[in-house]
């Protein structure tokens, strides 16, 4: 690929924009894309691609040019990780920069600490020891480190999977069933999906396979009444309501109408007419009061650290802290037993993350259970058996990128008794 100055410069200036990382990595980019408006899309490209680049291996980067400056920065990933050749930069690097892109093209990762070889802060890795082994960190930190693929979600209101498998081959794009996901699809390049005329007659979504597995895991039938009670942008909810055939009530919470925004376009292209969107104050909204123990499955998807996501959002190991995790799992906490009191009698609750710490996962389970008796744990390995998925990690769902390829979720599945 040959950079041109205006890719380089552009680059370094989006670095420095991005990296205090004072908000989301991809909105602070969006943001500076939109005041930069001449920039082709091979420049944009280059850009976006550079910086998540960069803050996937920035421990690494930091470490072996002593320094945090946004260019030096660049220079390194672009010889360590972009395979250019320092003297191809030669006309923008300057001298007192070659000698130190020389050491780190030379560099061996295994001569590293384990929080750099892994890409993990100190505090996480500290957290990660506590019940995982060095060997099984780094291997976790690695897999975090490539980006993630693009996976698809096929409506089957709309279409059948071999369909659009056969579409998509057609039309020069590699793709190939899922191994776990019934209704997914997973890219091996990463085309304007959004432009196909598949996406816009809303035969597919974008769609982790981790969080595709969540619907099955509810496993919704058609007729009943059904939560989801952090809806989002309504990713997990166009699936329940696919699930259910369109037949019965899907409710679609959440206290952010921005989100709830990009789920009625979703929605409509969707063919769906059983999802009912519906902005909540907050967990205990007396919106969601009049439902008490009337809805047959409930879903929370609980707001979390995202640590499961880093192959998607890398800044997130630096906006998060111990502190923000306790105060996630407090928050967690209150959001299942207000969704807990949705559910019926012989009804069930899926409590959800995309992270792999236990204060998040278990400990929010473990805190449930110790004043909810009404509730029994179900085993989430049988229950997807039950649906033909063959995926085996216990009572709990755990899903994790270096195992299963999919991003990092956890889920435990909860029944009321039947007094």
Known sequence: MQLTLVQLNKAVESLQKLLPLEYPADSILRRFFQQNPKLGAHDRAFIAEATFGILRHRFFLQQCTDSAAPRLLLLAY????????????????????MSTLQTISETALDSQPLNVQAEFPLWLIEKLRCFMSDDAILSLGLSLQNAAPLDLRVNTMLAKREHVLETLLKDGIHAEAMHFSPCGIRLHSKPAINRHPLFLNGKIEV???????LGYLLAPRRGEMVVDFCAGAGGKTLLIGALMHSKGRVYAFDIDERRLNKLRPRLKRSGLSNVHIQRIANENDLKTKRLSKKIDRVLV???????????RNPDLKWRQSPQSIKELQAKQSSILDSAAGLVKPGGRLVYATCSFLPEENQQVIDTFQSKNAEFDLLDSSE?????????NTGKFLQLSPNIHQTDGFFAAVLQRKIR
Not at 207 to 213: A, K, V
């Open 78 to 97: 672009l010889v360590r990780f972009h395979n250019i050749n320092a003297h191809e930069l030669k006309n923008w690097i300057r001298d007192s920069e």
């Open 301 to 311: 998807d609980a707001p979390c650290s995202g640590l499961g996501t880093l192959r």
């Open 383 to 391: 229950l997807m058996a039950e649906q033909k998925i063959s995926i």
């Open 207 to 213: 769609q982790d396979e981790g969080s595709q597995l």
